[in-house]
């Protein structure tokens, strides 16, 4: 492959991530993260750049970028600026002073998976989340402790055990003059604080009902910063509510979110709540799509008493609107192009986004009086060795004929319309979730590999209408079920390519995807002989494991209309490994041993139960990681994930790398 053009694995640790933009509270600047790999360490390194908004002059480094610094956040005045540095010892909130050459002081340490860092109103004082640190920290495992474990949701992939360990709100004073201060004390977990105006309260979202592991149930809750008294319930207990933020008049909260707690998935809203009446509207509901973008959601930004910047997801896109809190106004676009908005921030008509294309990774893009514009450019080098191919965008029929499904087609380095190329066929995780008009490293990297990739967004997934979503729920809520129509869509959108593109092999097909990707490539070469190969990917083979095993367990009846428990053949029905007998094809298995959200039990289950049938299985586990591994684990380990990926669909698919 020496000279071939296109993305490589090695090139995964080169591409920057630009993130969580910051505008100052004179529109003048932002501050965002830029995170690069270093490889060599096999870690990650993220600092914080200082960016004019009006891209007059090239951006700067406001912290060094050798710790991690993330979190950004501007005092009211504009002369500080608060973060969060993750060291060895836990993570700190520094604030450092902003134009003056003066060293950032630390006004916490210690903590435990901090964030949703801001300053109060007046600049005294800074809110963050973080778990409480129980007494077995820093105990080696044999002396430590038992567990004691008394409620459903015990586990988080990525965070572990954290029984003990809630989420917490806490405060502390901006100078460092004391120590922070837990305003929700007890076992119960908050997160997502918002300043009210008059800077003595906060609002937030958390559940203190009994039943709280049992439903999806968020509450919004406020707590006076100086009286130590518990937090007080505000609003309706009757939905699923997060991200609040509070009107600049103190008059409001907006907030996202869903009135029903029983089932899922759900379209996220936006809502405003009257703080006089504690009654709260849906201002988007004419919009029928999700406003919780799976890239990145936050809360509202409130651009004036009346008006608020979202982020809404749309058949692959994700654009910027400005709603107005008095329902009925028309949405109106800040930004509707192609690609994915993954973080924003606004202020003093300054509206800062990031933003991912099929060709260019994130980059800071700025709108100030109506004009658009990138004033970034970190990935120019990236861009310009690994050259990204832009995808075809197509809209299938779907086998019933009652939908469109969108999907895409990257074709190889030196494709060839009279050419025999193969194909690969991904599906995406969630499954309420996108596949994105952003970038994908996976796609490019198999695309200069040789291979015509394909990727869509089947019945099941986000994006669209709220039904297209529950397509795929359990009989109980009208649906089909998963492994139904969803792999009807993903079936068509390849017999579609297929049988419409000349110049592909229909005998050198591969199929693979992640999580519930893995889960719908398991099912389909459990339904046809048709694939020559196959990867699962933190997949899923048997549902019974996910409902027991999993950080999940005991939610998938908000989905299927039952637990485990109440239709044990419902489950058996829709799970891969009640097919396994059927199953041919070559397949691949990629699983984190740490992975919690989709068990390793089922990786076994799966291999143990081919390799008993002598079927062509082979089995890969990345030690210390878990569920993320392809979109944050190691650098390392997502090089090498890549690499194993390549040679195990080379050996089986033989693409022709000649260009």
Same mark, same amino acid.
């Given at each position: 492959?020496?000279?071939?053009?296109?993305?490589?694995?090695?090139?995964?640790?080169?591409?920057?991530?630009?993130?969580?933009?910051?505008?100052?509270?004179?529109?003048?600047?932002?501050?965002?993260?830029?995170?690069?790999?270093?490889?060599?360490?096999?870690?990650?390194?993220?600092? !914080?750049?200082?960016?004019?908004?009006?891209?007059?002059?090239?951006? $700067?480094?406001?912290?060094?970028?050798?710790?991690?610094?993330?979190?950004?956040?501007?005092?009211?005045?504009?002369?500080?600026?608060?973060?969060?540095?993750?060291?060895?010892?836990?993570?700190?909130?520094? #604030?450092?002073?902003?134009?003056?050459?003066?060293?950032?002081?630390?006004?916490?340490?210690?903590?435990?998976?901090?964030?949703?860092?801001?300053?109060?109103?007046?600049?005294?004082?800074?809110?963050?989340?973080?778990?409480?640190?129980?007494?077995?920290? @820093?105990?080696?495992?044999?002396?430590?402790?038992?567990?004691?474990?008394?409620?459903?949701?015990?586990?988080?992939?990525?965070? %572990?055990?954290? %029984?003990? $360990?809630?989420?917490?709100?806490?405060?502390?004073?901006?100078? @460092?003059?004391?120590?922070?201060?837990?305003?929700?004390?007890?076992?119960?977990?908050?997160?997502?604080?918002?300043?009210?105006?008059?800077?003595?309260?906060?609002?937030?979202? %958390?559940?203190?009902?009994?039943?709280?592991?049992?439903?999806?149930?968020?509450?919004?809750?406020?707590?006076?910063?100086?009286?130590?008294?518990?937090?007080?319930?505000?609003?309706?207990?009757?939905?699923?509510?997060?991200?609040?933020?509070?009107?600049?008049?103190?008059?409001?909260?907006?907030?996202?979110?869903?009135?029903?707690?029983?089932?899922?998935?759900?379209?996220?809203?936006?809502?405003?709540?009257?703080?006089?009446?504690?009654?709260?509207?849906?201002?988007?509901?004419?919009?029928?799509?999700?406003?919780?973008?799976?890239?990145?959601?936050?809360?509202?930004?409130?651009?004036?008493?009346?008006?608020?910047?979202?982020?809404?997801?749309?058949?692959?896109?994700?654009?910027?609107?400005?709603?107005?809190?008095?329902?009925?106004?028309?949405?109106?676009?800040?930004?509707?192009?192609?690609?994915?908005?993954?973080?924003?921030?606004?202020?003093? %008509?300054?509206?800062?986004?990031?933003?991912?294309?099929?060709?260019?990774?994130?980059?800071?893009?700025?709108?100030?009086?109506?004009?658009?514009?990138?004033?970034?450019?970190?990935?120019?080098?990236?861009?310009?060795?690994?050259?990204?191919?832009?995808?075809?965008?197509?809209?299938?029929?779907?086998?019933?004929?009652?939908?469109?499904?969108?999907?895409?087609?990257?074709?190889?380095?030196?494709?060839?319309?009279?050419?025999?190329?193969?194909?690969? !066929?991904?599906?995406?995780?969630?499954?309420?979730?996108?596949?994105?008009?952003?970038?994908?490293?996976?796609?490019?990297?198999?695309?200069?590999?040789?291979?015509?990739?394909?990727?869509?967004?089947?019945?099941?997934?986000?994006?669209?209408?709220?039904?297209?979503?529950?397509?795929?729920?359990?009989?109980?809520?009208?649906?089909?079920?998963?492994?139904?129509?969803?792999?009807?869509?993903?079936?068509?959108?390849?017999?579609? #390519?297929?049988?419409?593109?000349?110049?592909?092999?229909?005998?050198?097909?591969?199929?693979?995807?992640?999580?519930?990707?893995?889960?719908?490539?398991?099912?389909?070469?459990?339904?046809?002989?048709?694939?020559?190969?196959?990867?699962?990917? $933190?997949?899923?083979?048997?549902?019974?494991?996910?409902?027991?095993?999993?950080?999940?367990?005991?939610?998938?009846?908000?989905?299927?209309?039952?637990?485990? !428990?109440?239709?044990?053949?419902?489950?058996?029905?829709?799970?891969?490994?009640?097919?396994?007998?059927?199953?041919?094809?070559?397949?691949?298995?990629?699983?984190?041993?740490?992975?919690?959200?989709?068990?390793?039990?089922?990786?076994?289950?799966?291999?143990?139960?081919?390799?008993?049938?002598?079927?062509?299985?082979?089995?890969?586990?990345?030690?210390?990681?878990?569920?993320?591994?392809?979109?944050?684990?190691?650098?390392?380990?997502?090089?090498?994930?890549?690499?194993?990926?390549?040679?195990?669909?080379?050996?089986?698919?033989?693409?022709?790398?000649?260009?």
């Amino acid at each position: 492959m020496t000279g071939h053009p296109g993305m490589l694995p090695r090139h995964i640790a080169e591409m920057p991530t630009v993130a969580q933009p910051a505008v100052s509270p004179d529109g003048r600047w932002v501050l965002v993260v830029l995170q690069r790999a270093d490889e060599q360490a096999n870690r990650y390194r993220s600092g !914080l750049w200082l960016v004019a908004a009006d891209g007059s002059t090239p951006p $700067r480094p406001f912290s060094d970028g050798e710790h991690s610094d993330t979190n950004p956040c501007w005092s009211p005045q504009g002369d500080r600026v608060a973060f969060l540095r993750a060291e060895d010892c836990g993570q700190s909130v520094l #604030v450092a002073p902003f134009g003056l050459d003066e060293s950032a002081v630390t006004v916490a340490a210690g903590l435990d998976g901090a964030g949703a860092l801001s300053f109060s109103p007046d600049g005294a004082r800074l809110a963050f989340t973080a778990r409480v640190r129980p007494a077995r920290c @820093g105990v080696p495992d044999s002396g430590r402790p038992p567990s004691r474990v008394t409620r459903l949701r015990s586990r988080l992939d990525d965070v %572990g055990f954290i %029984g003990d $360990r809630p989420r917490h709100v806490f405060v502390v004073d901006a100078d @460092g003059s004391a120590a922070p201060r837990d305003l929700t004390p007890g076992e119960c977990e908050f997160e997502d604080p918002a300043w009210d105006r008059d800077a003595r309260s906060l609002v937030f979202t %958390g559940a203190t009902h009994d039943d709280r592991d049992l439903d999806l149930r968020r509450d919004l809750y406020e707590v006076d910063v100086a009286d130590g008294r518990a937090p007080r319930r505000i609003g309706a207990p009757e939905g699923v509510f997060a991200l609040p933020s509070v009107s600049p008049d103190g008059r409001r909260i907006a907030f996202l979110g869903t009135d029903d707690h029983e089932t899922a998935p759900r379209n996220s809203h936006v809502a405003v709540l009257s703080r006089e009446t504690g009654r709260h509207r849906w201002v988007s509901s004419e919009i029928d799509r999700s406003f919780a973008p799976a890239s990145g959601a936050r809360s509202p930004v409130w651009l004036d008493d009346d008006e608020i910047l979202v982020a809404v997801e749309d058949r692959g896109d994700v654009y910027l609107y400005r709603l107005s809190a008095e329902r009925g106004s028309p949405a109106k676009a800040v930004w509707s192009g192609q690609g994915v908005v993954t973080a924003y921030d606004a202020a003093a %008509g300054s509206t800062a986004f990031v933003l991912s294309t099929a060709t260019r990774p994130s980059e800071l893009h700025v709108v100030r009086d109506g004009a658009g514009r990138r004033v970034t450019d970190f990935g120019a080098r990236f861009t310009a060795e690994v050259r990204p191919r832009s995808p075809e965008p197509l809209t299938v029929p779907s086998r019933d004929g009652t939908v469109e499904i969108d999907a895409w087609m990257l074709t190889p380095p030196g494709f060839r319309s009279d050419g025999s190329h193969p194909v690969l !066929l991904n599906i995406h995780g969630g499954p309420f979730n996108q596949y994105g008009t952003g970038f994908h490293e996976d796609f490019q990297i198999q695309a200069a590999a040789g291979y015509v990739v394909v990727w869509c967004n089947p019945r099941g997934g986000s994006g669209r209408e709220e039904r297209f979503a529950r397509a795929i729920t359990g009989p109980a809520f009208g649906g089909t079920g998963w492994g139904s129509v969803d792999h009807d869509d993903v079936i068509s959108v390849l017999d579609h #390519v297929l049988d419409g593109r000349p110049g592909l092999d229909r005998d050198r097909v591969g199929v693979l995807g992640g999580s519930y990707g893995g889960y719908l490539a398991n099912w389909a070469i459990g339904q046809s002989d048709r694939f020559a190969a196959a990867c699962s990917e $933190r997949g899923g083979s048997n549902l019974a494991t996910a409902e027991w095993a999993s950080d999940g367990a005991g939610t998938f009846r908000h989905t299927f209309g039952a637990s485990h !428990l109440d239709d044990p053949r419902l489950y058996r029905a829709m799970s891969p490994i009640a097919h396994v007998q059927k199953i041919t094809t070559p397949l691949l298995i990629l699983h984190s041993d740490q992975d919690l959200r989709t068990p390793p039990a089922m990786a076994d289950e799966l291999f143990v139960a081919l390799r008993l049938l002598r079927r062509d299985v082979e089995m890969v586990r990345f030690p210390g990681e878990g569920h993320e591994l392809s979109r944050s684990g190691s650098p390392v380990h997502r090089r090498q994930r890549m690499e194993i990926l390549l040679d195990f669909f080379g050996r089986r698919l033989r693409p022709a790398h000649e260009v």
